[in-house]
């Protein structure tokens, strides 16, 4: 892939992470986030106003999805486009890459730290029914979880038939360019800056409409918080 190409798919990429980001605090309701968080700790660590308590909320959220937003709408695309892969060939399955002799399926993931042991067994449950389907056509199946970031590398075990490789390891692998690596950070330019105003404009908003609704909900007539609404709107229920 020349660097023109790829810068072109960078922007892009960029693009529709910032989109999706911003759309994953605009589709928030502030009654759903409240539910979640733990009220007793606010009021503990002293917390008595409703806008320091949603942008906590909010960042809170932001943290954790952004990972799973920027491996989706970045990493992924990028690695099936640059590796001149296919799309899924099942659940789970990101991009495939298929030779005279082999089938290499990756399931594409920002970083290393990813899902619980549940999700990862039924990840290699994935592989091992995408290589069954395979088994006919005489090639090597190879299954892959590569991480966008991280040096993490390990090999399969009995127990699992993918390996897990990460950062610049995946990268040269897949693209054959060991500075492939580099030249995804370098090739961003001034592009997260543009991107940024817009971004921080759709987060204040959210702020401001997350703190009125806030007052409106979960403040005395005298704008101190109601912490017994609070929560009983998060640990409140039916006693039998």
């Avoid at 299954?143 to 038939?161: C, L, M, N, Q």
Wanted: hydrophobic share 35%; net charge neutral; aromatic share 10%.
């Amino acid at each position: 892939m020349n660097e023109q190409d790829l810068e072109t798919l960078i922007s892009e990429c960029l693009n529709n992470f910032y989109k999706n980001r911003l759309k994953a605090i605009q589709d928030l309701k502030l009654i759903d986030v409240l539910s979640r968080k733990n009220p007793y700790l606010f009021r503990a660590i002293g917390t008595e106003n409703a806008s320091e308590i949603v942008e906590h909320i909010l960042r809170a959220h932001l943290s954790s999805s952004d990972e799973t937003i920027f491996g989706n709408e970045f990493f992924e695309p990028i690695a099936r486009i640059a590796s001149g892969g296919k799309t899924s060939i099942g659940a789970g399955i990101d991009v495939v890459i298929e030779t005279d002799t082999k089938v290499m399926a990756i399931a594409v993931k920002s970083g290393g730290n990813w899902g619980n042991a549940d999700q990862h067994k039924k990840l290699n449950s994935r592989f091992m029914e995408v290589r069954n389907r395979l088994y006919k056509i005489n090639k090597s199946f190879d299954a892959v979880i590569g991480h966008g970031y991280g040096t993490k590398k390990r090999d399969p075990s009995p127990e699992r038939i993918y390996r897990d490789i990460s950062g610049q390891t995946f990268w040269t692998e897949i693209t054959g360019d060991p500075d492939f690596y580099l030249k995804l950070v370098r090739m961003m330019k001034d592009e997260p800056q543009k991107h940024k105003a817009e971004f921080q404009s759709g987060w204040y908003a959210t702020i401001n409409k997350f703190t009125q609704q806030f007052i409106s909900n979960f403040c005395h007539p005298d704008f101190t918080i109601d912490w017994e609404k609070l929560t009983k709107l998060n640990s409140g229920g039916t006693i039998h």
